[in-house]
């Protein structure tokens, strides 16, 4: 079965720095989907990938998904209080109708 | 549109009681999951539905079930709960042709 790893499991930073959180894939990946959690609340859909080498961006968050499709990550640029939360990656698999999550990367922004 | 719901919002059970998560999208969705969050495991998923009628089991279907009488309604059964069940429960809804999922608040569960 496919799986999701991803690091750091958890990331504290100073308001106005930039971070990445990255995403693994035990396999290749069909589409791969970023998700943002705030805490003790459901999952905000933030950015679909599906092609090697693509990038998107949404403000200041920058997803990227390696040519072998095996890897992305999520770059936020000068982070403020409100990227706080959870930030998951998912995938499709590339048969019936399961999606998988990662484990999640937990971040907080110090003001 | 409300989007996806869910209720209750927080439930407190014995050992071997059982109960029902509702859960409803106004979307017009084809496919429909529930998906539970622990600690350290991100979101597994339980069952899933792609539609009135059809339902199927995900990662961690056993203690669970499911039906799915209509597009909008997907409740999540507990026939006997045990404290491993104790965790955030979230329904999901999409497009049957997208991964694009519509998130509900969830449901925290706590199992005693």
């Known amino acids: 079965s496919q799986e999701l790893e991803q690091s750091p499991q958890s990331l504290i930073v100073q308001e106005g720095k930039n971070l990445t959180i990255n995403c693994t894939s035990s396999?290749?990946?069909?589409?791969l989907y970023w998700y943002k959690q705030k805490y003790g609340e459901g999952l905000i859909f933030l950015m679909m990938l599906q092609k090697g080498g693509e990038e998107k961006s949404h403000e200041k968050i920058t997803a990227k998904l390696d040519e072998k499709k095996q890897q992305s990550s999520l770059h936020i640029t000068a982070s403020q209080p409100s990227h706080a939360g959870i930030y998951l990656c998912?995938?499709?698999?590339?048969?019936?109708?399961?999606?998988?999550f990662g484990p999640g990367t937990r971040l907080s922004v110090l003001p | 549109n409300a989007g996806v719901t869910q209720t209750p919002k927080f439930q407190v059970l014995k050992t071997g009681q059982s109960m029902t998560l509702q859960c409803a999208q106004d979307m017009n969705h084809e496919y429909m999951s529930w998906y539970r969050q622990d600690p350290g495991m991100g979101l597994r998923l339980i069952h899933y539905?792609?539609?009135?009628?059809?339902?199927d089991q995900g990662e961690v279907p056993n203690g669970y079930n499911v039906s799915r009488s209509t597009t909008e309604d997907f409740p999540l059964r507990l026939l006997s709960a045990a404290p491993s069940q104790t965790s955030v429960y979230f329904c999901?809804?999409?497009?049957?042709?997208?991964?694009?999922?519509?998130f509900g608040p969830g449901t925290r569960l706590t199992v005693t």
């Open positions: 998912g995938a499709g698999t590339n048969y019936g109708q399961n999606f998988v």
């Open positions: 539905s792609v539609g009135a009628g059809i339902t």
């Open positions: 999901a809804s999409r497009d049957l042709l997208r991964y694009e999922q519509y």
């Open positions: 396999k290749t990946l069909y589409g």
